[in-house]
């Protein structure tokens, strides 16, 4: 992902600002979305039996209004020749940072 000076300085200086930050950069397609603390542990879901033609993404805790809700499993259309990679958080600094589910 590219990252413009300017989008840049604008995800650090909300960084700083010490709350949730969803900031769009140079790319309106990229979102970046910032919690200030780790998410709570993953509530495990019973997994539905496999269904022909879609991938499950299990479910996770997204950032909202300051605060961490679970979001519920759910099916994905599956796209022949590719493989699905669930959403899932990474630590940056002193912040935790969204990485959207995707096809890879």
Not at 44 to 63: I, L
Request: proline fraction near 9%; avoid cysteine.
């Amino acid at each position: 992902m590219k990252v413009s000076v300017r989008s840049l300085a604008i995800r650090l200086a909300l960084a700083a600002a010490g709350s949730m930050a969803v900031v769009a950069s140079a790319s309106a397609a990229d979102v970046v979305v910032l919690a200030p603390d780790a998410p709570p542990p993953v509530r495990y879901e019973a997994v539905p039996a496999p269904r022909a033609g879609y991938a499950w993404d299990r479910g996770h805790w997204s950032w909202e209004d300051g605060r961490y809700v679970w979001e519920r499993g759910h099916w994905e259309i599956a796209r022949v020749g590719h493989r699905w990679v669930g959403g899932h958080w990474v630590p940056r600094g002193p912040h935790w940072v969204w990485i959207p589910g995707h096809w890879a």
